[in-house]
């Protein structure tokens, strides 16, 4: 991904998105549809703007780097939706993009005059994105949404951590990150819709939902049996060995999906009677006596290099990977290769690194047209060259404190 002059069509172009929301699963919806070629105009208060520009250290030039990690090709204006101007221009721009995304809480659109049958009669071709904590119905559909609460009870927490220790949230904000995600799959299907229909429609992904479905094999295995899910730390609960390994100067991830895999792993470990071992023929057996035979390849792996070991594993089809720190992945020469670290140019204030989108689409490739805009870095170009205001307008807005 580069941010060369000569820019691709992305796959996206041509595609306008108003971008309402703040914090994380909105905006990295957003950056998504942005990085495949979406005009996406990101819109904030003009007290303060996007909460997360403050979440730091660390900072670049005054800027939180989580904010930077998340609002890539997008530009950002800022509107006072709290005065009669406001919502006039808001009302201008709903009726001139194809999607809209906002994380307000349920009903905000509706009280300042912008209900269902507004849309219908204003703007019936847009995708109307609403990405909340939990729903629009339910008895918790009130609450606002925050990913660490979330990861809390929808179990997830629970499954996560040392197996002997407490529960765990995971590294990053997963479950926002992912709504995201998901956010940005729906908007794209109602937009095929509308291809087919000539309609928009109201598309609602919330975090509590998004978080359940995460729970993906261990959820559906509790509805299989009625057991409770258990901690396995860096263990499988249904493939075994599947998890960390000492060496004797690392740690390694080994993953043993098949019996065929586990044989070679044996011979490999000069164990071979392992594989004929009726605790161990099966992955079944190996579950049921998980303790044992993760002991067993502990001991043996504590004899290894990792490098050394990681290599003879590879060559012998067997899953197996060094435990990096986020220094080394991102310094990893296949992170290089597969330029998963962009440099982005900041109107006027340098450079600033940033992971990469790990989108890769070779007829419309993904670029970064955009950095991340400083607060109200638009405004004044996307009102009067992308919605048509005069001049005299947007100054008399910018004097009334309506815009910034």
């Known amino acids: ?153 929808s179990g997830l927490m629970s499954i996560s951590g040392p197996q002997e220790g407490g529960a765990t949230k995971y590294g990053v904000a997963i479950v926002d990150l992912a709504t995201g995600m998901m956010a940005a799959n729906a908007v794209q299907a109602a937009l095929i819709a509308r291809f087919r229909t000539d309609r928009g429609q109201k598309v609602e992904v919330c975090l509590y939902d998004t978080a359940l479905a995460l729970l993906a094999n261990v959820g559906n295995s509790h509805l299989a049996t009625g057991l409770e899910a258990k901690r396995y730390g860096n263990g499988h609960p249904t493939i075994v060995p599947y998890t960390t390994f000492e060496c004797a100067d690392a740690l390694i991830a080994i993953a043993v999906g098949n019996d065929t895999q586990f044989a070679r792993l044996a011979q490999l470990l000069g164990q071979p009677q392992w594989a004929q071992d009726p605790r161990f023929v099966r992955n079944a057996d190996r579950v049921m006596n998980r303790q044992a035979i993760e002991e067993l390849v502990a001991a043996s792996t504590r004899l290894w290099q990792a490098e050394q070991l990681i290599q003879a594993m590879r060559q012998a089809g067997i899953p197996c990977g060094r435990v990096n720190t986020v220094s080394q992945a991102l310094s990893n020469p296949h992170t290089v290769a597969r330029q998963m670290v962009t440099l982005m140019q900041r109107h006027g204030r340098g450079e600033v690194k940033s992971l990469s989108s790990p989108l890769k689409l070779k007829g419309t490739p993904i670029t970064v047209r955009h950095a991340p805009p400083a607060l109200g870095e638009h405004t004044r170009q996307v009102l009067e060259q992308e919605f048509g205001f005069s001049a005299q307008q947007v100054d008399e807005w910018f004097a009334q404190g309506v815009v910034a």
Request: aromatic share 10%; with cysteine.
């Open 1 to 153: 991904m580069s941010s060369s002059a000569v820019t691709p069509q992305g796959a996206l172009s041509g595609l306008r998105v108003l971008d309402l929301t703040r914090v994380l699963a909105g905006p990295w919806c957003g950056m998504l549809l942005g990085d495949l070629g979406a005009d996406v105009f990101k819109v904030e208060s003009v007290a303060c703007g996007d909460d997360t520009r403050a979440w730091g250290p660390p900072f670049v030039e005054g800027e939180s780097a989580y904010f930077l990690g998340c609002n890539r090709n997008k530009r950002g204006i800022c509107v006072d939706f709290g005065t009669p101007a406001g919502k006039h221009v808001l009302q201008h721009l709903l009726m001139g993009v194809d999607v809209v995304l906002d994380n307000f809480k349920t009903g905000t659109l509706a009280r300042w005059g912008f209900d269902d049958a507004w849309f219908e009669a204003h703007a019936p071709r847009l995708v109307r994105c609403s990405i909340t904590g939990y729903g629009e119905e339910g008895p918790d559909a009130a609450l606002p949404g925050y990913d660490f609460i979330l990861q809390a009870e």
